[in-house]
Each structure stands twice: as C-alpha cells, then as structure tokens.
C-alpha cells in the first residue's frame, strides 16, 4: 500500500537559509510524486511534480526536489528562503491512478 | 485561464441543517475530486468522479453525504443533518485525466457547524 511520511510538522528556517523539508514514500511500482503547498484559507498549489524523466525536478518559487530511488525519498529544497515562503507544505504520491495518497504535511516558519 | 473556483468560501450552518457546497472545475478537465481537510491536516478523500460517473465514493464518511456532478461539469456536494464533526475545509480539485495526475484545487469551503 502506498503511504507519504513527512518528518516534521513544523519546520523553522532563518531568512535567507536553505529550507529542506523531507518526504519519503513507500509504493509498490513507480511512483509519481508531488509537492504542493497551502497558504492560510488557500487551497493547494503545485509546486512540482516527478513522472518518471529527470530524477531533480525544479518548480515555482525557486523550489526544487530529488527523486532518490533508493531512499524512497522526495525531499524539497530551497537555496534561501523567503518571508512569503511561509506556508504549509504536503507531499503526495500516485501509483499511475487517480488516487493521490497525502502526508500530513509540514508548516515552514520563516524567521526574521 | 480560470482556475477550478468554490462556493460559498464559508458556511456556518446549525446542527441538523443540510448544506450544498459548489464546484467549478477548470474547463475541460475530466477528473474531480472532493477532500475534507481538518484543521492541521492533510486531505482527505472523499470521492471522485470521471465526467459524470462517480466512480468512487470510498471517502464518503457517512450516507448524510452526497455528490452530484450530472453534466460532467460543475459538482456540488450535500451533505445533509450536518454534525459538529462535519466542521472542516472542503476542497474541490480537478485534473484533466487520461494519464495526467496532477490536481489542480480550488480555494476550499470552510463549513462551521454550530
């Protein structure tokens, strides 16, 4: 059975500091994954997405993620973070269907 | 072009009134899925529908809930007796289907059962 694990509820970042939140997934054949984030009373935004081509997969705002096989993991990166930056963030997998499996999600503070 | 929109952004409704929650898809796309999304969480489904059939109702948390999306387009989910426990953010999504898996989300309903 697929499942998402996002370690972290919260994460806290300087401005200007690299911001990591880690997703790893568990899927039984190749996955699709997705990042998306949710500002307040806003529904989800993607980020970026893997499908299978590019391993690195670059997205909006200046994020990026890794597929890694053999971590079964997607974590998101991002070189300096920003104040608008702040957000929560869900990482979600497919297995090739309709169905979007979700982790619980990660809520990027951003300091001053 | 137009994203996937909601209606009403908020409901506050009494216990035991039934309330219908709108969706509008973006244009053309034949996938749409309803989520409910607790206070801190992530979402969950509800269900999902290919054009007009709902091909899974699976997330549906009890039979006061009901979705309709009779012309392949727009969707509205009822729930019906509402309880406090309904009190969530209903998301809407759609995706253009056929081998592409992407959702795209609308800005929610946030429903209040008081």
């Known amino acids: 059975a697929q499942s998402v694990t996002q370690l972290g509820s919260h994460v806290s970042v300087s401005e200007g500091a690299l911001v990591l939140l880690r997703c790893n997934y568990s899927?039984?054949?190749?996955?699709?994954l997705f990042w998306y984030v949710q500002y307040p009373n806003q529904g989800l935004q993607l980020l970026l997405k893997?499908?299978?081509?590019a391993t690195l997969v670059k997205g909006i705002n200046g994020f990026e993620a890794e597929f890694k096989k053999s971590e079964t993991s997607f974590h998101l990166t991002k070189p300096s973070a920003h104040m608008s930056d702040a957000a929560e963030y869900f990482c979600?997998?497919?297995?090739?269907?309709?169905?979007?499996?979700w982790g619980a999600g990660t809520k990027l503070i951003i300091k001053p | 072009g137009a994203g996937v929109s909601q209606s009403p952004r908020y409901k506050v409704a009494k216990r035991g009134q039934d309330v219908a929650l709108r969706c509008d898809p973006i244009?053309?796309?034949?996938?749409l899925f309803w989520y409910q999304q607790a206070l801190g969480q992530g979402p969950e489904f509800l269900t999902y529908?290919?054009?007009?059939?709902?091909?899974?109702k699976s997330g549906l948390p009890s039979d006061r809930f009901f979705a309709e999306r009779p012309e392949g387009s727009v969707s509205t989910l009822k729930i019906q007796r509402t309880q406090q426990e309904d009190s969530a953010v209903y998301l809407c999504?759609?995706?253009?289907?056929?081998?592409?898996?992407?959702?795209?989300f609308g800005p929610g309903t946030r429903l209040t059962v008081t």
């Open positions: 999504a759609s995706s253009l289907g056929m081998g592409s898996y992407e959702q795209y």
């Open positions: 244009s053309g796309h034949v996938s």
């Open positions: 529908f290919q054009n007009e059939a709902q091909l899974d």
């Open positions: 899927s039984s054949v190749p996955p699709y």
């Open positions: 893997y499908t299978s081509a």
């Open positions: 979600a997998v497919s297995e090739g269907n309709y169905q979007l499996i």
